[in-house]
């Protein structure tokens, strides 16, 4: 196995026969049944190449249809940038394509990327209420206006139809999920929110993981407790069936309202923090056959769980757990690319900036 610095593999492997996760508070034992074997592999990471001054935070992850990678990265002093990496092999080639600012292709607050199916990158800018639209060659196609701000954002994609799809809490609104047309209009919020007496925790905690399908459909992760979900395809404010993928008692504890902390100091001063932490459900994608990756992040640990379900076993109780491994690196999968790799990141522990990495997902007997 190559061990050289640009291609430095990590692996995990399920084995075949059931485990058990250590017990902590807030993910307590399971025994899966697994049938597969699930191995997650690194292909290469970021550190070798040159990013265009080096990454912070990188809080959206997206690969187009010719292979080019976009970043939004949030740099020191509340500053982000949106960029285009190509190649894979360093150092590679990065620029980019939008800054802070109010001019065309300008962002002030972006979040996170999806592709639309016209092959156009769509970036929710929640800075500015809205979707920064680029060409898969970063040029601007123009902004989409939305009426309510997302918060807190946890999933987003673009539907087949083209509407925009958000996870996350909206004040006033107490659903997760929200579908925007493609000029921008609210068209219906559905899913429930988080369990919490305090708002501000129900704010932190509400939403998931979400991955559109070429049928139309969408699915959605919540990200505490476990709860995986199919909404059918939706029209313009139709109601979508939604069908449960699968529900793991006790895997995950809600946060309630521990999502929020509030302590006083010395001073007699209180001080709000906001515990994102916990542990949760942070992606969901289709792989090949119809199976289900679901992707839980042990951010205490510095593990991540990563859950295979088969629909097509699927009892009244739902989709069985195929495989399952747990992995020693806490990554933050974003987006699934054409191949069936994982875009991903982890925490430089030296530095606690990020690190994109190319995750490769493989099961077999």
């Known amino acids: 196995m190559d061990m050289s610095p640009s291609r430095r593999w990590i692996r995990a492997v399920a084995v075949c026969w059931p485990f058990v996760l250590a017990a902590t508070p807030a993910l307590r034992a399971q025994s899966a049944s697994s049938t597969l074997r699930l191995t997650v592999d690194e292909i290469w990471d970021s550190s070798e190449f040159d990013m265009a001054g080096g990454l912070t935070r990188v809080v959206g992850l997206a690969e187009t249809r010719d292979g080019a990678i976009w970043i939004i990265d949030r740099v020191p002093g509340g500053s982000s940038r949106v960029m285009i990496h190509r190649g894979t092999s360093p150092p590679g080639n990065t620029r980019v394509v939008g800054r802070v600012g109010d001019g065309p292709g300008e962002v002030l607050r972006p979040t996170r990327i999806a592709l639309a199916p016209n092959g156009d990158v769509a970036v929710y800018d929640m800075g500015r209420v809205g979707i920064e639209m680029y060409s898969p060659d970063g040029e601007p196609r123009g902004r989409v206006q939305f009426p309510v701000r997302v918060e807190w954002t946890k999933g987003f994609a673009v539907l087949a139809s083209g509407d925009f799809v958000l996870s996350g809490p909206v004040p006033g609104i107490d659903f997760a999920i929200h579908q925007f047309g493609r000029e921008g209009r609210l068209l219906r919020s559905f899913g429930a929110p988080a369990v919490a007496l305090e708002w501000r925790a129900r704010m932190v905690a509400t939403g998931g993981a979400l991955h559109a399908l070429s049928d139309g459909s969408l699915l959605y992760s919540q990200g505490a407790p476990h709860n995986i979900s199919r909404y059918a395809a939706m029209g ?50 289709e792989l090949a056959g119809g199976l289900i990756l679901n992707v839980v992040r042990i951010w205490d640990e510095g593990e991540s769980l990563w859950q295979l379900f088969d629909p097509g076993l699927a009892t009244d109780a739902g989709a069985p757990v195929v495989a399952e491994t747990r992995v020693g690196v806490a990554y933050l999968p974003m987006f699934k690319c054409a191949n069936g790799d994982i875009l991903a990141t982890r925490r430089d522990p030296a530095t606690e900036t990020s690190v994109m990495v190319r995750l490769r997902v493989g099961w077999d007997n």
Do not use: H
């Open 236 to 285: 313009d404010g139709e109601e979508g069936a939604v069908r449960q993928v699968a529900a793991l008692a006790g895997l995950l504890e809600a946060p309630g309202d521990a999502a929020v902390t509030e302590t006083v100091g010395e001073s007699g001063r209180m001080t709000r923090s906001f515990n994102v932490f916990y542990p949760q459900s942070v992606a969901v994608f």
